[in-house]
């Protein structure tokens, strides 16, 4: 389809009309789903319809590949109310064709964190055992999955059924890789160490992307950090998977520094807030507030030029890259962002109470001058505030014990006079015989 073939495909479908059109329709959204789920530029959705179980499918899929989860579910539904509407008459047909279709409604509940209702669908086909032998890999290594390092011996039988001798020749490269991937772990799991380094290499050796993390896994148990890391920085370091896990590394080996650049490299994520929050507080350990401090200005410029932000979401970086300044001895940077601030939101009290208590650490006089920006306080006519003061003063501290009841002052008093008169007694010499012998 790179070569054009989807627009040729569109060609024939407007020029030819014949039994087969529904054929080169769902072709032609395979290939479209294809694309999304295997290039990092998926080509359009356009022109496809969805009138039948095999396009509603391909639909879903195109929608999943591109994360739009809800909508897959909604096309799954709909194909799977077409298909048995179309083999009402054929029950062994109609389980044949909706294996795949239950395999991919799993994986939308799986990718929602719904793991229950996603063990559900994959156990129904494997089960029924009507789809077929790749559909039923799919499954079997999504259960793996969900099992991680619990109920082993379900997972080694799941693993006999996505290893089986005729899936290896109908499954794409990445797909096989991802269940040698499980394979690994799961002799990991079950201790199966020297199993475990054997296929680690040889995922290595086939130039898998997940091999790295399996090498660096065996020697983490053996506790070579450093040899890990070589391990993984070997890899694909463009990988985030990869770079998540070397900036892991460098933290554990108190190297926050360079935990910290590795984290900045991963782009999809270095501007989320999380993610800032992450690398600030790893350079200011490793190198100090100052490189903090100018790494949040960056991260705030990004977002300005960005332009995906809200007018809410931008005044509580600013806000929090005041306090980070504030915190850390930088009080006439804090008030000059501060400053900034109020002129986005001359009414944000947060913000001016924050700016007069870092003005007041360089320029006490400015201080009180900003302090007269401050708002009234409206308080009703008919709160006594004298009154109010006194009330604290009983409520608080030694004014607390005034307010004692009687009954209980007495109670208190009578302990108090027996625990002194306890104290007071004096324990008697034990009286001796008149005559003592000793030793006797």
């Keep these: 389809y790179e070569g054009g073939c989807d627009d040729l495909t569109r060609c024939l479908i407007k020029s030819t009309v014949d039994c087969n059109t529904n054929e080169r329709e769902t072709n032609l959204a395979a290939a479209l789903a294809s694309s999304a789920a295997f290039k990092t ?9 969805e009138t039948t179980y095999e396009l509603c499918y391909n639909a879903a ?24 509407r179309e083999f009402e008459e054929d029950e062994a047909e109609a389980k044949s064709e909706l294996a795949p279709i239950q ?34 890999a799919a499954a079997a290594n999504n259960i793996i999955c969900i099992n991680k390092d619990q109920n082993m011996f ?3 039988k799941k693993l006999k059924i996505a290893t089986g001798e005729s899936v290896g020749k109908k499954l794409a490269g990445f797909q096989l890789n991802c269940i040698e991937f499980n394979s690994c772990l799961l002799s990991f799991y079950t201790n199966q160490i020297e199993q475990f380094k054997k296929k680690s290499l040889q995922l290595s050796d086939a130039g898998s992307p997940l091999a790295p993390l399996l090498l660096a896994t065996s020697h983490i148990r053996d506790k070579k950090l450093d040899l890990a890391l070589e391990a993984l920085r070997a890899g694909d370091s463009s990988d985030e998977i990869v770079q998540m896990a070397i900036a892991e590394l460098l933290k554990k080996t108190a190297a926050f520094s360079g935990s910290a650049n590795t984290l900045q490299g991963v782009t999809r994520l270095s501007e989320k807030p999380g993610m800032v ?9 490793g190198a100090g507030a100052e490189q903090a401090a100018d790494f949040l200005d960056k991260s705030l410029e990004k977002l300005r030029n960005s332009g995906n932000f809200t007018e809410e979401v931008l005044s509580g970086w600013l806000l929090e890259s005041a306090k980070f300044r504030l915190a850390h001895g930088m009080p006439e940077q804090s008030a000059v962002i501060l400053e900034q601030l109020l002129e986005r939101e001359p009414g944000n009290v947060k913000a001016l109470a924050l700016l007069i208590r870092s003005v007041s650490m360089f320029d006490a006089p400015k201080a009180h001058e900003v302090a007269q920006r401050l708002p009234d306080i409206d308080i009703p006519s008919d709160i006594n505030l004298e009154e109010l003061e006194i009330g604290l003063g009983v409520t608080s501290g030694r004014g607390l014990r005034k307010v004692i009841k009687p009954e209980q002052e007495k109670i208190n008093e009578a302990n108090r006079r027996f625990e002194t008169k306890e104290k007071k007694r004096k324990k008697k010499k034990a009286k001796l015989p008149a005559v003592l012998v000793p030793g006797g």
């Excluded at 530029?41 to 319809?49: E, I, M, T």
């Excluded at 739009?68 to 048995?84: H, I, N, P, T």
């Excluded at 994986?107 to 669908?121: P, S, V």
């Excluded at 929050?277 to 200011?284: Q, R, V, Y």
């Design 154 to 156: 379900d997972s080694k």
């Design 277 to 285: 929050s992450l690398i600030t507080s790893l350079l200011l350990i």
């Design 61 to 84: 899929c195109y929608s999943l590949a591109t994360g739009d989860v809800d909508s897959a579910k909604e096309k799954l539904a709909r194909a799977e109310k077409l298909c048995l």
């Design 41 to 49: 530029k998926p080509l359009k959705w356009v022109g496809v319809r």
């Design 103 to 136: 395999v991919m409604s799993g994986i939308c509940h799986h990718k929602a964190g719904n793991t229950k209702e996603a063990m559900n669908l994959y156990n129904t086909v494997l089960r029924e055992k009507c789809g077929d032998s790749q559909t039923l």
